[in-house]
């Protein structure tokens, strides 16, 4: 058995390189499992610097340099930064007041719809079963509420934290695409300067994720701005929060928009009933579900992502389940990485006695 661990080691980690991969791997991993809720100012500079390097160098090819293209791009994305919150964040907190606000009635429209439950299968539910179920409801309700409540009194020192987080986060994502050569020249500097295993999985991973945020970013806006003009337009209640939450739902690829599919339905069944215009508002989404899931990913997504469904499926939930919301965000990314260093991972060496004799 030792032998046969032996042999294997040797057959994979007796190239230097390889062996500089695999600590790097693990040393980054590390520190996100540990680190990372520490982190999250560092990590959401890095995805949205991400995000803007795109614009940044295109600003550059039109003959501008480097530090006046980042310092044009920083500013007109913390103007939309700024204009966003100032209009969106009053809407989502009337919405969602509105949407406790109403509760109750919801609560009361299932009541009335499971009560009818017996009449018409007797032998298969019965009335002790709906009051059950409709208590348990009630009272999940009520511990959710008090969840918020009891945020809402204690949220002011919350704010604040955020608040600095937030300065430090937009200071990080100007620096870091002010001075990324700097920072990456920096970085460099502690590596072995013989790292060429690494180099290859870190050129192929910079223009994956670089790809993949920017396009994850691209379908949220447009899935979400799509969704609320259909939904608006058929006069759906809490428009800009469902839309909002069918545009978040495409970080889930597969199970985000089935989840989400639940509450707009439910909202368009209490509002219109078993009518025409819940019909026509649930054809509607499905005709944006289906063009982000056949036209927009497609061309998004085709040179960033080449998985299998099963892949993906298998990241999310490995992944998901270690670090989260970040977790489920980087799922593709991550998944991506490992095949990249599947694919650069170097065969078994080569036979030093065919060497001498060749």
Do not use: C
């Amino acid at each position: 058995m030792i032998e046969m661990l032996k042999a294997w080691y040797q057959r994979h980690f007796s190239n230097p390189q390889v062996v500089i991969l695999a600590l790097l791997l693990i040393a980054g991993f590390t520190v996100i499992l540990f680190f990372g809720d520490i982190l999250v100012p560092l990590l959401s500079a890095i995805v949205i610097a991400y995000m803007l390097e795109g614009l940044v160098l295109k600003v550059q090819r039109r003959g501008m340099g480097r530090n006046l293209a980042s310092i044009t791009v920083f500013s007109a994305f913390f103007l939309a930064v700024v204009v966003s919150a100032l209009i969106l964040i009053p809407l989502l907190v009337e919405q969602v007041s509105q949407f406790f606000t109403e509760l109750p009635s919801m609560l009361s429209s299932i009541q009335q719809a499971l009560l009818k439950l017996p009449e018409s299968y007797p032998g298969v539910i019965t009335q002790a079963q709906i009051n059950e179920m409709m208590s348990l409801v009630r009272t999940e309700i009520g511990k959710f509420s008090q969840v918020v409540l009891s945020f809402s009194i204690s949220s002011l020192q919350g704010i604040i934290t955020w608040l600095v987080y937030l300065i430090l986060m937009l200071l990080l994502i100007f620096f870091f695409l002010k001075d990324k050569d700097l920072i990456k020249k920096w970085l460099s500097g502690y590596l072995p300067q013989k790292r060429i295993l690494v180099q290859q999985v870190s050129r192929e991973m910079d223009m994956q994720i670089g790809n993949y945020i920017r396009g994850k970013m691209i379908e949220i806006l447009i899935v979400g701005v799509a969704s609320y003009i259909g939904f608006a337009f058929m006069g759906l209640n809490y428009a800009f929060l469902l839309s909002l939450l069918v545009g978040l739902s495409v970080l889930v690829p597969f199970v985000g928009a089935t989840v989400v599919t639940i509450p707009v339905a439910l909202t368009a069944f209490f509002q219109f009933g078993w009518s025409s215009e819940f019909g026509y508002l649930m054809l509607v989404y499905g005709i944006i579900q289906a063009l982000d899931g056949n036209l927009l990913v497609p061309l998004l997504f085709s040179e960033a992502v080449n998985l299998h469904p099963v892949a993906i499926i298998i990241a999310i939930i490995f992944f998901g389940g270690l670090w989260g919301l970040w977790g489920v965000f980087f799922a593709i990314p991550l998944a991506t990485l490992v095949k990249a260093v599947l694919n650069a991972w170097p065969d078994d060496p080569p036979d030093k006695t065919s060497e001498t004799v060749a």
